[in-house]
């Protein structure tokens, strides 16, 4: 049932994706059935989010660990990307300097700082990109399962993390740009950001990301361990009497989702160009929940669904009646709340008799 | 007058255990000690720490004095649940625990003796020995006609021999069995009595239960528990004769 849904989800996205590469690069602008470019990107960022919502939903869903700060992780990966594509920029900063991204020569670094070391190759880079935030994971979870704080404890806590994170990379001299982030870059991998065959190379990348972290996270919940993490999530205790560690499954799930976070994240930056601190704000963590809620808990493909139709939602009302999009999103929420409790999915399972 | 034998010969040995939450003393100089394959009974009225004597021996609480000893070596007031219901004891709850979205075959699968690590199970195949053992017990606890059915939709008394099952799958050398028959028919608590007779031919097992004819038909030694300690044992007629018994049920 459930493996019916992943493969159409799979399906669709990768159809979905190889047709707007095509129509995209295959015709000129104006032509009919032209995909504009500002919409590969738009899907792209829209994927790097779905990576993110699947990641929530492996722990939310499956594990029962309600977190509420796992932005942090998604804009850690981005971090580590930016600084990646900031030092790609080399000497064509506007101060010309070839190892100093343009931030640090304003604000008078005579040098880089060591952990700015490596980040101008891009596979270290992408290593760090999920490195970061599985370490971040690993420590937090550690403490945190290992003394059983659970429930809305638990929640509160992981916001307190991304607030302090939050809080951190606003100070300019944590080395990380600031308030303002780091932006304005211009090639990756060698390849200019502008052009279209990038943006399409990138789309496509998401597109391949997000099923192979939908294939992992499937494998994941349907194995033995998965069972087990089920288990915890509806009776925590009765698991420990039966000679399991809750707190080992808490944990290895957490860092792998946070690994995904990190490559949605790594994804995200270079499609919409900017990474700033706000990625680590409160509120981003509370609306990938959202998706996951809108979606369906705890059915993977759900999550996906809920990212792409939420944020399509979010750039239609962002656009039409920018002042209301919060109010959309909060009328959602409880909408799905009373309405649909097994979110969209749900909704969809049980109008084809739960074939899909 | 309870007669403390030697640590040596036992199964599960306490001695002098108490224990106080927020200075109310619900285990008090608690001594007991089980032979191996022994059957027992603790009765005693609410109250009485029959609870709170199942969660010290199994590690959810830990004693503020008193040793408790499991074959005679291990100091279970050292170790945690996990490592305790490895060492061999298992537990059956007051209210049915099962993992209610669970098929009642998976439930089984989860509390079959094994690796428990992430890094065993994330990678585990059902093997044909592991079938073969699920099926003995479904037919021990007589759910085979309903493997497949979600745990959450079985009848009270159906969650509870799951759970024996779940216990028996764990394959422990003590079972800790909380009311196994509250809320039972008539005809399953008989059919349970006889489950746990079996069962005890091949491990001991501790019985915590209100219901004398339940306690009657299992035909063991009994321990009455009053105020967090032993006040009688014996057979069943002994300590229904005995005055202090008497009282504590009967009186006031």
């Given at each position: ?8 989800c ?10 707007m590469?095509?129509l995209n ?17 738009l ?5 790097s989010?779905?990576i ?7 722990v939310?869903g ?7 700060g ?10 580590a ?7 790609e920029?080399g000497?064509r900063?506007?101060?010309?300097n070839a ?17 700015w ?6 596979g270290?880079a ?6 970061v935030p ?11 399962f ?7 404890y638990?929640s ?8 302090a ?5 606003f100070?300019?001299?944590?080395g990380?740009?600031g308030?303002n ?5 211009k090639?990756?991998f060698?390849l ?6 990038t943006r ?12 192979l972290?939908?294939l992992?996270?499937?494998y ?12 915890v999530r ?7 009497f ?9 944990l ?13 994240g790594?994804?995200?930056?270079p ?7 706000g ?6 963590s ?8 809108v ?39 409880i909408?799905?709340t ?8 749900g909704?969809?399972?049980?109008k084809?008799?739960?074939r899909? | 007058m ?17 224990v ?26 609410n ?5 709170t004597?199942?969660?010290i ?14 074959r005679?070596d291990?100091d279970l007031?050292?170790?945690?649940e996990?490592?305790?219901?490895a060492?061999?004891?298992?537990r059956?709850?007051?209210k ?10 998976d ?5 079959l ?9 994330m990678?585990?195949r ?14 021990t606890?007589?759910l ?5 059915t979600?745990?959450g ?18 394959e422990?050398?003590?079972l800790?069995v ?8 008539d ?13 005890n031919k091949?491990?001991s ?9 339940f306690?009657r038909?299992?035909g ?11 006040l ?6 002994h300590v229904?004769?005995?005055?202090r ?8």
């Amino acid at each position: 049932m459930s493996r019916l849904s992943t493969s159409i989800c799979i399906g669709l996205i990768l159809v979905g994706v190889a047709l707007m590469a095509i129509l995209n690069l295959a015709t000129a602008a104006g032509a009919p059935f032209h995909v504009p470019t500002y919409a590969i990107s738009l899907v792209g960022k829209y994927l790097s989010y779905a990576i993110l919502a699947l990641a929530v939903d492996l722990v939310w869903g499956y594990g029962g660990i309600l977190s509420l700060g796992h932005a942090a992780f998604f804009a850690l990966g981005g971090y580590a990307m930016g600084m990646y594509l900031l030092r790609e920029i080399g000497p064509r900063g506007v101060y010309g300097n070839a190892t100093l991204p343009d931030f640090m020569v304003f604000l008078n670094y005579k040098s880089l700082p060591w952990y700015w070391n490596g980040f101008n190759h891009p596979g270290f880079a992408m290593a760090m990109a999920v490195i970061v935030p599985a370490l971040v994971a690993l420590i937090f979870g550690y403490f945190a399962f290992r003394s059983r704080v659970s429930g809305v404890y638990l929640s509160i806590i992981t916001q307190a993390l991304t607030y302090a994170l939050l809080l951190a990379f606003f100070r300019n001299d944590m080395g990380f740009g600031g308030n303002n982030g780091m932006t304005d870059f211009k090639d990756i991998f060698g390849l200019p950001l502008q052009a279209d065959s990038t943006r399409v190379g990138l789309l496509v990348a998401s597109a391949l990301a997000l099923c192979l972290c939908l294939l992992v996270a499937r494998y994941v919940v349907t194995s033995r361990f998965g069972q087990v993490l089920i288990a915890v999530r509806d009776s925590e205790s009765r698991t420990r009497f039966l000679g399991y560690r809750p707190e080992s499954y808490k944990l290895f799930v957490f860092v792998l989702s946070a690994i995904m976070a990190g490559i949605g994240g790594a994804l995200y930056v270079p499609q919409v160009g900017i990474i700033n601190p706000g990625e680590f704000s409160p509120a981003n963590s509370i609306e990938a929940v959202i998706w996951v809620a809108v979606g369906g808990r705890g059915t993977l493909v759900g999550a996906v669904l809920g990212a792409v139709l939420v944020n399509a939602g979010k750039t239609f009302f962002t656009g039409a009646f920018p002042e209301f999009w919060l109010f959309a999103l909060g009328f959602l929420f409880i909408l799905v709340t009373l309405l649909l409790p097994k979110g969209v999915l749900g909704l969809l399972q049980k109008k084809t008799g739960g074939r899909v | 007058m309870t007669t403390i034998g030697a640590v040596s010969n036992s199964l599960l040995y306490l001695n002098g255990v108490s224990v106080s939450f927020d200075g109310f003393r619900a285990i008090n100089d608690l001594s007991l000690v089980l032979a191996p394959g022994e059957m027992r009974a603790v009765i005693g009225p609410n109250g009485a720490g029959k609870t709170t004597m199942m969660d010290i021996i199994t590690g959810k609480t830990r004693p503020d004095t008193g040793e408790v000893i499991f074959r005679a070596d291990t100091d279970l007031t050292k170790l945690d649940e996990p490592a305790i219901a490895a060492l061999g004891i298992g537990r059956k709850f007051q209210k049915p625990t099962v993992f209610e979205v669970h098929n009642v075959w998976d439930n089984l699968l989860l509390a079959l003796a094994g690796d428990r690590r992430p890094r065993f199970t994330m990678w585990a195949r059902e093997t044909g020995e592991e079938r073969d053992r699920i099926d003995e017990i479904l037919t021990t606890i007589r759910l085979s006609d309903l493997r497949h059915t979600r745990s959450g939709d079985l009848s009270h008394g159906q969650k509870q021999w799951l759970e024996i099952g779940m216990l028996l799958a764990q394959e422990p050398q003590l079972l800790l069995v909380d009311e196994p028959v509250a809320g039972m028919t008539d005809s399953e608590t008989a059919q349970t009595a006889e489950l746990l007779v079996e069962i005890n031919k091949t491990r001991s097992v501790v019985v915590v239960e209100h219901d004398m004819d339940f306690v009657r038909a299992l035909g063991v030694r009994v321990t009455v528990l009053h105020e967090g300690s032993v006040l009688s044992e014996g057979s069943i007629d002994h300590v229904s004769e005995d005055p202090r018994v008497i009282e504590v049920y009967l009186g006031r």
